[in-house]
């Protein structure tokens, strides 16, 4: 049987994640404000637009009296997690997991993050795949693609 594996890895000590990990941690931050990841740029600067939703999903994490050792591998491996979740609402992951793709394959997402100090790779055990298959942990992201399929 042909696969396809898509792949989303995030890394430890990510200066984006640390960014969004400190807009979240300064006293005046407010999720029900503007977003505004880093101060001295304008809110509509390239960087904070990109980095909003990174800081919108940590703000949203119970870490803003957290110690950085511990909430900034957090707010990687949410990160990876957040996108493995977009990426499963796609209209192409929809359409692979539901009419199948053009060749045929069985398309699985895995979530990684890669460790720069020991340069290993460890799984989050979020992989997603065709719902004929079983995968471990189903997400609420399958559940959906099988309402779809309905
Ligand atoms: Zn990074």
């Not at 989303?8 to 503007?34: I, M, T």
């Not at 919108?56 to 119970?62: I, Q």
């Not at 399958?142 to 779809?148: E, G, I, P, S």
Request: proline residues 5%; glycine residues 8%.
């Amino acid at each position: 049987m042909r696969g396809s594996t898509v792949v989303v890895v995030g890394h430890s000590e990510c200066g984006g994640a640390a960014a969004s990990l400190d807009a979240v941690q300064r006293k005046d931050f407010d999720l029900n404000g503007p977003v505004i990841t880093i101060p001295s740029l304008p809110p509509t600067a390239a960087l904070n637009r990109w980095l909003e939703p990174l800081t919108r999903l940590a703000g949203n994490l119970d870490i803003r009296a957290t110690s950085r050792d511990k909430a900034l591998p957090l707010v990687v491996s949410e990160n990876v997690k957040m996108q493995i979740n977009n990426l499963c609402q796609t209209q192409t992951i929809r359409d692979a997991w539901t009419v199948g793709t053009p060749k045929g394959q069985n398309v699985y997402l895995h979530g990684y993050v890669y460790n720069l100090a020991t340069g290993r790779l460890q799984d989050l055990g979020i992989t997603k795949g065709p719902k004929s298959i079983e995968v471990v942990e189903l997400s609420s992201c399958k559940r959906h693609v099988k309402d779809v399929a309905l």
